[in-house]
């Protein structure tokens, strides 16, 4: 990361992020097929109505886990394992302690938080049953994504790629035994999915347990240190509230969605697994600027940052156009995939398909963005600027727009508009004041060193 090219080393470090955000997202989407297929749409619209508040959670904490990274990275990149032991010993048991926080919470407003979505009464029940199972695993949740920030922030890419596939298979076996053969239905997807999260925390605590002894984690020193954690919500709170945000703008948007009726809950629901494939390509391409850029300022590379930040941008833009496209041209197909005898669903999955995918290149601009400034630690300014372009107008768009213009197509073009609002802002009204973040950062990194 910190010398030679850096679009071969870019590219090296991020291929096995993306084959891991493949494997997450394909062993996501048999969930659905398997539910879809054998459970059939009223099983997979009760999974699917879970999903907004379900990313709201996990994106929250998810962003968290970028102060993680970030100080993890700068920790390495100023090869000070010592700073690196605390920020791990501190994060995990942080992790761990927010998980079982999330856990109760998940579990007290389940079915409140259903019922204000308006979900089907056909599927609110089942919903309700795969929300408050699928809360279980949120401790294991929160403790493997800390353990894959930690070994990624080191150039550690492929070990989380293997304990996701290890997971991952097992998940998709659960889920055929519970679902095929035992006719669990929603509940066997929830235990499957319980039992592989647990599985990945377990994988990602027992490497770090056998890294080099300088890097090493040790349970009997998992502590909270009020500095570590402060420095760690610095940078990782502003971001997971920007994801929250962007996750809690699908509440409403789901809101529309479930007043169309079952059939239109199941058809989004199978298209979201073509727009997590896209999303989730762009967003491990980015998460690979922030360790780049994490690491470079940790060095005081600052020059070589720019050069992530241009190499990144190439990588990742083109990934949106080549993913957006083929989701575009097959969205039929693919959402044909999961609900094989419900054409009407089809049709309602490919016009957000068609939303989406189109435009998914927009998306990956601000990711990289947003990207390389958390890895500089500038956090709050990109945060508020999501929060106005993606919740605030999406919150609009779902109450002044679709109620006139009832299509998924027309509820989820508010996506790409909201991505374009948001890169007007981050270049145009924001740009000065970052630029003298970054400043302040570098001066202060180079005082450091003198």
Known sequence: MLHGNVMGSLLRFSVPLVLTGWLQTLFSSADSLVVGRFAGSSALAAVGATFAFVMLIICFFGGL??????????DAGANDPESFRETMHVSLLLAFLIGVFVLFLGEGLAGTILKMMHAPEDIIGDA??????????????????????????RGDSRHPLIFLAISGATNLILNIVFVALFHWNVVGVAVATVITQYLSAFLAIHALLHEE?????????LCLRREKIGRILRIGFPAGL?????????????????????????????????????????E?????????TGQCVGAGLF??????????MIVTVLAGMICGAIGLLFRYQLVALFLPETPEAV???????KAVATFAFIYSVMGTLNAFLRGYGVSVAPAV?????????????????????????????????????????????????????????????RERAG
């Open 65 to 74: 886990s970028a102060g993680v990274t970030v100080c993890a990275a700068n």
């Open 128 to 153: 309700a049953t795969y929300l408050r199972l699928y809360f279980l695993c949120m401790p294991a949740q929160m403790v493997y994504n800390t353990g894959a920030s930690l070994m990624r922030s």
């Open 213 to 221: 002894e300088a890097w090493r984690l040790d349970l009997r020193k």
């Open 242 to 282: 920007q994801a929250a945000m962007l996750a809690a703008s699908d509440i409403p948007l789901q809101t529309c969605v479930n007043s169309l009726g079952s059939l239109a809950v199941s058809g989004n629901a199978a298209a979201l697994n073509i727009d997590s494939l896209i999303f989730i390509t762009i």
């Open 284 to 292: 491990n391409l980015t998460q690979a600027c922030t360790v780049f």
């Open 303 to 312: 020059d070589r940052t720019r050069t992530v930040r241009r190499d990144s």
């Open 347 to 353: 049709a309602f999955g490919a016009d957000r398909a």
């Open 385 to 445: 600027i999501n929060i106005f372009a993606l919740f605030v107008f999406r919150l609009i768009w779902s109450f002044a727009y679709f109620p006139h213009h009832r299509t998924l197509f027309h509820l989820y073009i508010s996506y790409p508009i909201g991505w374009l609002i948001a890169i007007v802002m981050l270049l145009v009204i924001y740009r000065p004041a970052m630029g003298k973040a970054m400043e302040r950062l570098e001066a202060e990194a």
